[in-house]
């Protein structure tokens, strides 16, 4: 049964095969007159390869330093030396061996193992790895083995120049004014004290600052419609003042609120009983564990009102008895609406008690929180 | 004197220590929207003659009070303890453990065609019962109005404000196509039930206004040919026609807060101002006097203001000026024109209908204009009817087309929880009288 098809296929086939045998062939050979080329291209350049290496040694001698570069250097040398000629390269290339190791690695080691006798041990055992590396391989090892077991780090220490500047800051503090003010405050615990004043300063205006831009975008769009008003048109240029207005407050209301332990800390802690102050994340766990159960009407008249309510907690963080109305703004009916308000949510989100430090009960126990519902407002 | 120096120094840093001990102050922003939760357990069936209605109140009541958007039921198979008794002690940490914030119970007794309801509202987290008990009694024909009085009275003492439950609505119930349309007056109560015709279809009628008591109807109609103001008895639907002063065209009526007198607009000469005329004595006054149109007007609260659309500047705009006239002061500012302006029973917002840009919004704003806030809009949403308690504003939505038809919506004045009223029928032109006594 031959057909065309096996003939066609027949030859293919034998073609394929041919072609893999020549070919495989073909790309051996080419590959070797490539290689000869190379030699030739090398006869050539020898001299210059000669002249060219005795400044590399040269170059490398007063460097001292640049080890690296050495070690790339050798490399090349070897192959060039061992066809032409062994004699004239050694020559030259042990005169920059030997000079290299005495100035770089020997000083150091040397001086840190043995400090007394230098001279005379010390530099028949540097010539003897000298000889050695004068060849071939040696100096490669033995820079590699610097390189690892000299990492820098403890020749600066050996400098020292950090520590002559240090030794100048001691002095320094010695005769700074501290002295004087632990002198000022000699009787109080005067770490409290500095902790203290740091702890409140800086963590109640991060914290407040922090949070308040969360839900303050919201509120600067709002007060578009405001401008309609006649009274508020003048205003209208300072649109977002409203809420920066609130904001502003409400830094304040919680400076204060700071400020009071704070000023008394800074100046004088002893009489301090109440444990540190509350960190501003606590005020504001605090603060937010009554957000959630406060559910403000907004079609409600109460969502224009203002309360200050004021309550006591046991010191498992649960109210004592019921919350009291303390201050208000608005008519009266609608007060109480925002007092019922207030009241229901400090009550609801108490169930097990406010997560609150127990070491600081003392500046927890009375609470006055002004309800503000003026961002929570229609639009 | 060194010692004396250090002890006023001392006295001096120990002040505001002193301070230290004041309490924790913290300001509170940020809360929640959100419904409040109440559980209403089935009342007590006092005797067996009750056991029937017993549910069906105790449904009303809850139906009202979740209707609003401002309470949620938390319903029965959340119980952890049932009521099985009016008097019986309240496991209030049991209520506390399923969210509820309120709970009411009741007891219900029926003999004959009378009966009482007992009922009592407790504020779980507080553990206390809020308010006193309370007891109503009627007939058992009237069992929804007692469920709505139960539901006023929680909603009341739970938000502080005023119910709305137990009122009714005046309104003009339409049937028939778009070209022979019917009309009649009807009332209802505020949920759709209980409707009442008050007129027959042989005329157009028009504009509807409950009396601040609830017992007389103004509205306009077509009787003469022109439009005129009747003026309806509820009780007995006995109807005489206002007099007015002389002009072609009377319309646009409302009652003063007293409901002694009627303010209204009156063309004559192709003019149209606001009037006010006496009920007893039929004396009237002219309260503008532009040659633009004047009309819609609605007065504040306290009766001393009123608030109308005039346009004047060209386009229907709303204005504020004194009850007894004089200068007006323009409101409204906004794109599109502004009509039927009602004023809350609050007296801190107007409500209006905003045509513009080819669709139609009922808004509220202040009496000084500002916060204006769109709550719908729609193809034909107009005349805003405020709820007693100034709450809740309802208004008619018309479908476009040929077939289209008019239907009452009622929404929060938060722009929440717009529902269709229950009427049977196509309905328009509501009007919102006051909690019944």
């Given at each position: 049964?031959?057909?065309?098809?096996?003939?066609?296929?027949?030859?293919?086939?034998?073609?394929?095969?041919?072609?893999?045998?020549?070919?495989?062939?073909?790309?051996?050979?080419?590959?070797?007159?490539?290689?000869?080329?190379?030699?030739?291209?090398?006869?050539?350049?020898?001299?210059?390869?000669?002249?060219?290496?005795?400044?590399?040694?040269?170059?490398?001698?007063?460097?001292?330093?640049?080890?690296?570069?050495?070690?790339?250097?050798?490399?090349?040398?070897?192959?060039?030396?061992?066809?032409?000629?062994?004699?004239?390269?050694?020559?030259?290339?042990?005169?920059?061996?030997?000079?290299?190791?005495?100035?770089?690695?020997?000083?150091?080691?040397?001086?840190?193992?043995?400090?007394?006798?230098?001279?005379?041990?010390?530099?028949?055992?540097?010539?003897?790895?000298?000889?050695?590396?004068?060849?071939?391989?040696?100096?490669?090892?033995?820079?590699?083995?610097?390189?690892?077991?000299?990492?820098?780090?403890?020749?600066?220490?050996?400098?020292?120049?950090?520590?002559?500047?240090?030794?100048?800051?001691?002095?320094?503090?010695?005769?700074?004014?501290?002295?004087?003010?632990?002198?000022?405050?000699?009787?109080?615990?005067?770490?409290?004290?500095?902790?203290?004043?740091?702890?409140?300063?800086?963590?109640?205006?991060?914290?407040?600052?922090?949070?308040?831009?969360?839900?303050?975008?919201?509120?600067?769009?709002?007060?578009?419609?405001?401008?309609?008003?006649?009274?508020?048109?003048?205003?209208?240029?300072?649109?977002?003042?409203?809420?920066?207005?609130?904001?502003?407050?409400?830094?304040?209301?919680?400076?204060?609120?700071?400020?009071?332990?704070?000023?008394?800390?800074?100046?004088?802690?002893?009489?301090?009983?109440?444990?540190?102050?509350?960190?501003g994340a606590e005020r504001d766990s605090f603060r937010l564990s009554v957000n959630r159960c406060w559910n403000v009407d907004p079609g409600s008249v109460a969502s224009r009102v203002t309360v200050e309510v004021a309550f006591e907690l046991d010191r498992n963080g649960q109210v004592i008895g019921q919350p009291r109305l303390v201050s208000s703004d608005g008519d009266q009916s609608a007060v109480?609406?925002?007092?019922?308000?207030?009241?229901?949510?400090?009550?609801?989100?108490?169930?097990?008690?406010?997560?609150?430090?127990?070491?600081?009960?003392?500046?927890?126990?009375?609470?006055?929180?002004?309800?503000?519902?003026?961002?929570?407002?229609?639009? | 004197?060194?010692?004396?120096?250090?002890?006023?120094?001392?006295?001096?840093?120990?002040?505001?220590?002193?301070?230290?001990?004041?309490?924790?102050?913290?300001?509170?922003?940020?809360?929640?929207?959100?419904?409040?939760?109440?559980?209403?357990?089935?009342?007590?069936?006092?005797?067996?003659?009750?056991?029937?209605?017993?549910?069906?109140?105790?449904?009303?009541?809850?139906?009202?009070?979740?209707?609003?958007?401002?309470?949620?039921?938390?319903?029965?198979?959340?119980?952890?303890?049932?009521?099985?008794?009016?008097?019986?002690?309240?496991?209030?940490?049991?209520?506390?453990?399923?969210?509820?914030?309120?709970?009411?119970?009741?007891?219900?007794?029926?003999?004959?065609?009378?009966?009482?309801?007992?009922?009592?509202?407790?504020?779980?987290?507080?553990?206390?019962?809020?308010?006193?008990?309370?007891?109503?009694?009627?007939?058992?024909?009237?069992?929804?109005?007692?469920?709505?009085?139960?539901?006023?009275?929680?909603?009341?003492?739970?938000?502080?404000?005023?119910?709305?439950?137990?009122?009714?609505?005046?309104?003009?119930?339409?049937?028939?196509?778009?070209?022979?349309?019917?009309?009649?007056?009807?009332?209802?109560?505020?949920?759709?039930?209980?409707?009442?015709?008050?007129?027959?279809?042989?005329?157009?009628?028009?504009?509807?206004?409950?009396?601040?008591?609830?017992?007389?109807?103004?509205?306009?109609?077509?009787?003469?040919?022109?439009?005129?103001?009747?003026?309806?008895?509820?009780?007995?639907?006995?109807?005489?026609?206002?007099?007015?002063?002389?002009?072609?065209?009377?319309?646009?009526?409302?009652?003063?807060?007293?409901?002694?007198?009627?303010?209204?607009?009156?063309?004559?000469?192709?003019?149209?101002?606001?009037?006010?005329?006496?009920?007893?004595?039929?004396?009237?006054?002219?309260?503008?006097?532009?040659?633009?149109?004047?009309?819609?007007?609605?007065?504040?609260?306290?009766?001393?203001?009123?608030?109308?659309?005039?346009?004047?500047?060209?386009?229907?705009?709303?204005?504020?000026?004194?009850?007894?006239?004089?200068?007006?002061?323009?409101?409204?500012?906004?794109?599109?024109?502004?009509?039927?302006?009602?004023?809350?029973?609050?007296?801190?917002?107007?409500?209006?209908?905003?045509?513009?840009?080819?669709?139609?919004?009922?808004g509220v704003m202040r009496t000084d204009g500002s916060e204006e806030r769109l709550l719908t809009a729609s193809f034909l949403d107009e005349g805003p009817t405020w709820s007693p308690n100034g709450r809740v504003i309802m208004f008619s939505r018309e479908t476009q087309g040929e077939a289209g038809t008019s239907a009452l919506y009622s929404i929060d004045i938060s722009g929440r929880n717009l529902k269709a009223v229950a009427v049977a029928g196509a309905a328009s032109d509501p009007s919102w009288g006051p909690l019944q006594p």
């Amino acid at each position: 049964m031959q057909t065309p098809g096996t003939y066609i296929s027949a030859t293919g086939h034998i073609l394929l095969i041919g072609w893999l045998f020549f070919g495989w062939g073909f790309d051996a050979d080419p590959l070797e007159f490539d290689a000869m080329d190379v030699s030739v291209i090398s006869g050539e350049a020898f001299e210059e390869m000669l002249a060219a290496r005795t400044p590399v040694p040269g170059d490398a001698s007063p460097t001292a330093p640049m080890l690296p570069e050495i070690v790339d250097t050798p490399p090349p040398l070897p192959p060039v030396a061992s066809p032409v000629a062994p004699a004239l390269p050694p020559e030259t290339v042990d005169q920059p061996d030997v000079e290299l190791p005495p100035p770089a690695a020997p000083a150091p080691l040397v001086t840190e193992a043995e400090p007394t006798p230098p001279e005379a041990p010390d530099t028949p055992d540097a010539p003897p790895p000298s000889p050695n590396v004068d060849i071939n391989a040696p100096p490669a090892p033995t820079q590699a083995d610097r390189v690892a077991s000299t990492p820098t780090a403890p020749p600066p220490p050996d400098a020292q120049v950090d520590d002559i500047v240090r030794e100048e800051v001691v002095p320094d503090a010695t005769t700074t004014a501290e002295v004087v003010t632990e002198e000022t405050t000699p009787t109080a615990p005067e770490e409290t004290a500095t902790e203290i004043a740091i702890e409140n300063v800086k963590p109640s205006g991060l914290v407040d600052t922090s949070l308040r831009p969360v839900s303050r975008p919201s509120r600067p769009t709002p007060p578009a419609p405001e401008p309609a008003t006649p009274t508020q048109t003048a205003e209208t240029p300072a649109a977002p003042e409203p809420p920066s207005d609130d904001a502003v407050e409400a830094a304040l209301a919680a400076a204060l609120a700071v400020e009071t332990p704070a000023a008394p800390a800074t100046a004088a802690a002893p009489a301090v009983a109440a444990g540190p102050p509350m960190t501003g994340a606590e005020r504001d766990s605090f603060r937010l564990s009554v957000n959630r159960c406060w559910n403000v009407d907004p079609g409600s008249v109460a969502s224009r009102v203002t309360v200050e309510v004021a309550f006591e907690l046991d010191r498992n963080g649960q109210v004592i008895g019921q919350p009291r109305l303390v201050s208000s703004d608005g008519d009266q009916s609608a007060v109480n609406i925002a007092f019922e308000a207030a009241r229901r949510a400090i009550l609801r989100c108490q169930s097990g008690g406010y997560p609150l430090p127990a070491d600081k009960y003392e500046q927890w126990k009375d609470v006055v929180f002004t309800f503000d519902p003026s961002g929570m407002r229609l639009r | 004197m060194k010692k004396f120096l250090t002890l006023f120094i001392a006295l001096i840093l120990a002040g505001p220590v002193a301070a230290q001990n004041g309490p924790l102050r913290l300001t509170i922003t940020d809360g929640v929207i959100e419904p409040i939760t109440f559980a209403a357990p089935v009342f007590e069936a006092e005797n067996a003659e009750a056991v029937q209605v017993v549910n069906n109140l105790n449904r009303l009541v809850a139906q009202d009070l979740a209707g609003t958007g401002l309470f949620r039921e938390i319903p029965a198979n959340a119980y952890i303890s049932q009521i099985s008794s009016f008097a019986q002690p309240i496991a209030f940490a049991d209520w506390r453990a399923i969210n509820a914030q309120a709970l009411i119970t009741g007891a219900v007794a029926v003999s004959g065609n009378q009966m009482t309801v007992k009922f009592r509202l407790y504020d779980i987290y507080s553990g206390q019962e809020l308010g006193g008990g309370l007891q109503l009694a009627g007939t058992t024909a009237g069992w929804r109005r007692m469920g709505h009085k139960v539901a006023d009275a929680v909603y009341s003492r739970i938000t502080g404000e005023g119910g709305y439950f137990d009122s009714r609505v005046v309104f003009v119930a339409e049937s028939g196509p778009k070209d022979n349309r019917q009309m009649r007056l009807a009332v209802m109560d505020f949920d759709g039930e209980n409707t009442q015709y008050l007129t027959d279809s042989s005329t157009i009628v028009l504009a509807p206004r409950f009396s601040p008591s609830g017992d007389r109807i103004l509205y306009t109609t077509y009787e003469s040919g022109f439009p005129r103001i009747n003026l309806l008895n509820v009780s007995n639907v006995g109807r005489q026609q206002l007099q007015t002063a002389p002009g072609e065209m009377a319309f646009s009526p409302r009652f003063s807060r007293d409901g002694g007198s009627v303010i209204y607009s009156l063309s004559t000469g192709g003019n149209t101002d606001i009037y006010r005329s006496d009920l007893a004595t039929g004396q009237f006054t002219r309260l503008t006097s532009a040659p633009s149109i004047e009309t819609a007007p609605s007065l504040s609260p306290d009766g001393s203001q009123i608030v109308f659309e005039s346009d004047r500047s060209g386009t229907q705009q709303l204005y504020i000026m004194s009850a007894n006239g004089g200068d007006a002061r323009r409101i409204s500012f906004g794109e599109g024109r502004y009509s039927t302006p009602v004023w809350s029973p609050r007296g801190d917002l107007v409500a209006f209908t905003k045509q513009n840009a080819g669709r139609f919004h009922i808004g509220v704003m202040r009496t000084d204009g500002s916060e204006e806030r769109l709550l719908t809009a729609s193809f034909l949403d107009e005349g805003p009817t405020w709820s007693p308690n100034g709450r809740v504003i309802m208004f008619s939505r018309e479908t476009q087309g040929e077939a289209g038809t008019s239907a009452l919506y009622s929404i929060d004045i938060s722009g929440r929880n717009l529902k269709a009223v229950a009427v049977a029928g196509a309905a328009s032109d509501p009007s919102w009288g006051p909690l019944q006594p």
